[in-house]
């Protein structure tokens, strides 16, 4: 399966500013995907970014808050704008791991909001 | 370090004995089920999958089993080890690329 390099690990940020994740994967996929994991929740998908194309955002996310780029197969970055407390969160890059693998993901960047 | 398991159900296990964590999915038309195990700090780790043509796979150690009568999902692990305290999630997949996962369980080995 694929190996998903993310980065930063963690941050703690100030409310109103904006952090970009990044997500390298050792071989090229097609679809790349952002999570979000909520303190004590499961995870719920933000987005789906192809290369070539616009992200596609599920109901509750939006472009604005949450701009995403994949400039090549093997790399995306999320940003999460204008932050406020309420989106203190682990966020997740993930690829299709293959046959009999699911998803594979990433170790996650904690983002903390002050 | 963080957990994500912190308002998650518990299930508090002897280190040796068997677990059983279960899962409720949600929709019937879902046909592929995967397994993940989440330890702190870290992203989820595929553990075994099941397609909706079997009822029962085994692993290394651990056993999903399928009910789709009921919509229901268990992970079983055999002997259970320190090693395995985790959070815990289901996922299901209809055919699509998305997965929903589930609320997740968090594995607790008592030594």
């Known amino acids: 399966s694929a190996v998903i390099s993310q980065k930063p690990s963690r941050d703690i940020c100030q409310r109103g500013t904006s952090l970009t994740i990044q997500c390298q994967v050792d071989s090229q996929v097609t679809m790349m995907f952002w999570y979000r994991q909520q303190p004590g929740q499961s995870l719920t998908l933000i987005a789906t970014a192809n290369q070539g194309s616009e992200a596609t955002y599920e109901s509750g996310f939006v472009i604005d808050k949450f701009p995403i780029s994949r400039p090549n197969l093997t790399f995306s970055t999320l940003t999460v704008s204008n932050m406020s407390p309420e989106d203190s969160s682990i966020y997740l890059c993930?690829?299709?791991?293959?046959?009999?693998?699911?998803?594979?993901f990433g170790s996650g960047t904690r983002l903390t909001v002050v | 370090g963080e957990s994500v398991g912190l308002h998650l159900p518990t299930l508090s296990v002897q280190e040796g004995d068997n677990s059983i964590i279960n899962c409720a999915y949600s929709?019937?038309?879902?046909?592929?089920f995967i397994w993940y195990k989440q330890e702190s700090g870290k992203g989820p780790q595929f553990i075994i999958d099941i397609r909706s043509n079997m009822d029962k796979r085994q692993g290394q150690r651990v056993t999903v089993l399928l009910n789709k009568t009921v919509k229901h999902l268990s992970l079983q692990i055999a002997a259970t080890q320190p090693g395995d305290s985790a959070v815990y999630f289901c996922?299901?997949?209809?055919?699509?690329?998305?997965?929903?996962f589930g609320t997740g369980t968090r594995l607790k080995v008592l030594a």
């Open positions: 993930s690829v299709e791991g293959g046959p009999n693998y699911g998803y594979t």
């Open positions: 996922a299901e997949n209809s055919g699509t690329y998305k997965y929903i």
């Open positions: 929709n019937s038309a879902s046909d592929y």
